[in-house]
């Protein structure tokens, strides 16, 4: 009966081990890429200024909350923010947004090609060249799958190959990308094995990976209890 179990033990073990060795090779080298690199350095805080600007609006400004509240009746939402140390107002309704000059009282989005170029290079905490912009409104690019379109890209030609995304609508810096986010990604990607959207941290490639190496660190517990505790041979016993 031992000798069975041992026989089954060291099978698994073995068919069990070519499936789960790679993975495990290649978590071991993800979570050593996920560890020693700075994470804040990852997100791209270091490529970034301006991110904090004071909002001033004058008394005398063209239209106010009122006047939006009656224009815009629907808003879900009507606030304040800064584009480029400048204050606007956002107005969101069901179907649209609104980037609204308080002074002027003019709507000036979605923000054209010259205008999301200039706000990269504000928050840009660099002084590389801008060396393509594109504007993507859908099919994004994985590294902003989760993100709301259209967005503005403005590719800068530094050596992390660093890209900004513009909302045309609130004139915002989205996020941030780099080489090293994209090195990142993928590892994130092996890591949680999630090979389309890289994501689902729950997903049943990854559940599988993990309840095989469970069988795997079991039958090996089994085959070093087996290997310890049978009988040795007497000397001179007849092999």
């Known amino acids: 009966m031992i000798k069975r179990g041992n ?14 060795g790679l993975q495990m090779l290649i978590w071991l080298m993800s979570g050593l890429y996920m560890v020693i690199v700075d994470i804040d350095f990852i997100h791209g805080d270091p490529l970034v200024k301006n991110l904090q600007q004071p909002i001033l609006i004058s008394q005398t400004s063209a239209i106010n909350i009122t006047r939006l509240n009656s224009l815009y009746p629907d ?65 994004p690019p994985t590294e902003i799958q989760t993100r709301h379109m259209p967005l503005w890209r403005i590719d800068f030609d530094d050596r992390l190959s660093s890209s900004f995304y513009i ?26 094995m999630d090979y389309e959207n890289r994501t689902d941290a729950h997903n049943p490639l990854l559940i599988t ?31």
């Open 7 to 20: 026989i089954l033990a060291r099978t698994l073990h073995k068919w069990i081990g070519l499936f789960v």
């Open 75 to 139: 808003a879900t939402h009507i606030g304040l923010h800064t584009v480029m140390s400048d204050t606007r107002y956002a107005v969101t309704t069901p179907d649209q947004r609104y980037l609204i000059d308080p002074d002027t009282a003019e709507v000036i989005s979605p923000l054209d090609e010259k205008a999301a170029r200039a706000i990269a290079r504000f928050h840009f905490n660099g002084d590389a060249s801008i060396k393509g912009t594109t504007l993507i409104t859908s099919d």
């Open 167 to 192: 909302d045309p609508y609130s004139g915002k810096l989205a996020t941030r990308r780099h080489q090293y986010w994209r090195i990142f990604d993928i590892f994130w990607m092996l890591h949680i």
């Open 209 to 239: 990976a993990q309840v095989s190496g469970l069988v795997f660190a079991i039958t090996g517990s089994w085959l070093l209890f087996y290997s310890f505790s049978r009988p040795r041979k007497k000397k001179g016993a007849v092999e």
